[in-house]
């Protein structure tokens, strides 16, 4: 069976969990009967072929490691691999934060600031075991925040599955805002996750607002909504105040032991669905433009705070979107910031990334990054629909290298 509409031009991408398998182990198993593709155009060439001419094949991605590329038309949910979280389907784009973050044990305790479902989640634990196959001494804990508890119960699932729970402090139903980056349980912190809520336009199958024409975005979501019309659906009503602008974000950054954290609210929970749980309706551009500005000051707002744990060395932030209002201004915003200009906090450069990243061809757009070239290249991006077989995404690592720990702080 060949895969369906746009899928058809992706592989199945499938994570094997280094706590429960092996990439070897798999390839004997699960994919004994899968044919060796030499290329990833070979895998998505026979994902989009139908009938008897579909090959089952698998490519051992070359960037991320422990990543098959698999043909599509396999039900992997069914096998034993899968229900025992002896792999896990994860985009290739979605490893990138995890694998660029490269937590070492020397790095401490981590921190995986919005969780659910836990894909980076026990993508970090996996790593973890990597650097010390027994989370042997000197032991690290991640802490996985999800403020919505029905996603927490999926991310607790998830970790349990895979094998991670040993190594897991979940927080659930716990707003990542509202941690004290100073209690002593996170003294510890060097690292952390930061893939927030986003408008998810890089999502493979989701309508990609900049390049789509309006009334085509409206006819979609009234499709999905069974309306006929092309009327503005009512947005659910804010409970706590205005949503954040990126402004704000600046206010809350350069007063940051005053700063408020129960007025920043996820702004996709309102304007990403509808009442009934549909997809967003957008009316016109300034709507758009409203909307990203609203999920921008809140995306800036969460990496600011992860920026605060007094021993943190390490954060990487992402997004599955293509906008850059939500990824490389975000990115310039946070380095323009107090907070990081106070602790030294920058970019991580190309020549610093992990081997896979760094050789990673897409990069940040230079003129979103105000023409530095540095930060542009730090950046990593990926765009559905180019060949490499990804959903549209994006992410950046910061570091703080300094020896001046928290003497200013
Ligand atoms: N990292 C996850 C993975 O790879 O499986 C996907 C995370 S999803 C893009 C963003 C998640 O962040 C959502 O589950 C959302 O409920 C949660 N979230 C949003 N705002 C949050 C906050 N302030 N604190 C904690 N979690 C939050």
Not at 2 to 24: D, F, H, I, K, T
Not at 122 to 127: D, R, V
Not at 211 to 232: F, I, V, Y
């Amino acid at each position: 069976r060949a895969a369906a509409g746009e899928e058809a031009e992706y592989p199945r991408w499938v994570r094997v969990n280094s706590l429960r398998s092996s990439v070897e182990e798999q390839l004997e198993t699960t994919f004994a009967r899968f044919g060796r593709a030499a290329s990833l155009q070979d895998v998505m060439a026979n994902s989009s072929r139908g009938g008897g001419e579909a090959r089952k094949c698998v490519y051992v991605d070359e960037h991320v490691p422990g990543l098959l590329a698999v043909t599509q038309g396999t039900e992997l949910t069914k096998t034993e691999a899968y229900t025992s979280g002896k792999i896990i389907l994860q985009d290739k784009a979605s490893c990138f934060p995890t694998y660029l973050l490269d937590p070492r044990c020397e790095d401490g305790d981590v921190i995986d600031a919005c969780a659910a479902p836990g894909n980076k989640t026990t993508h970090l634990a996996a790593i973890l075991h990597t650097h010390a196959p027994e989370f042997a001494s000197p032991a690290q804990t991640i802490f996985a925040f999800e403020k919505d508890a029905a996603r927490a119960r999926t991310l607790e699932k998830m970790v349990k599955t895979a094998g991670a729970r040993g190594v897991t402090r979940i927080g659930p139903g716990q707003d990542f805002l509202q941690v004290d980056p100073r209690a002593d349980k996170y003294k510890d912190v060097g690292a952390l996750l930061l893939d927030p809520s986003c408008s998810g336009s890089g999502i493979v199958g989701r309508d990609s607002m900049p390049e789509l024409h309006l009334p085509e975005l409206l006819d979609a979501a009234n499709r999905k909504t069974g309306q006929t019309t092309t009327t503005k659906k009512k947005k659910k009503k804010k409970k706590n105040g205005p949503t954040p602008s990126t402004e704000d974000a600046q206010k809350h950054d350069s007063n940051p032991r005053k700063r408020k954290h129960a007025d920043v609210e996820d702004p996709s929970d309102k304007i990403l669905r509808d009442d009934e749980g549909n997809e967003t309706v957008v009316t016109s551009e300034k709507d758009l433009q409203a909307r990203l500005d609203a999920l921008s000051g809140f995306q800036l707002a969460l990496l600011l705070h992860a920026f605060e744990f007094p021993a943190a060395r390490k954060v990487t932030y992402s997004t599955c979107s293509v906008h850059a209002e939500e990824n490389e201004s975000v990115v310039m915003l946070a380095l323009a910031s107090d907070i990081a200009r106070r602790r030294g906090w920058r970019i991580l450069r190309r020549e610093e990334q992990v081997t896979g990243m760094r050789e990673w061809p897409v990069r940040g757009v230079a003129a979103a990054c105000g023409g530095d070239e540095d930060v542009a290249e730090g950046c990593i991006r990926s765009y559905k629909g180019d060949g490499r077989g990804v959903m549209g995404f994006f992410v950046a690592g910061f570091v703080r290298t300094g020896d001046d720990d928290d003497a200013d702080y």
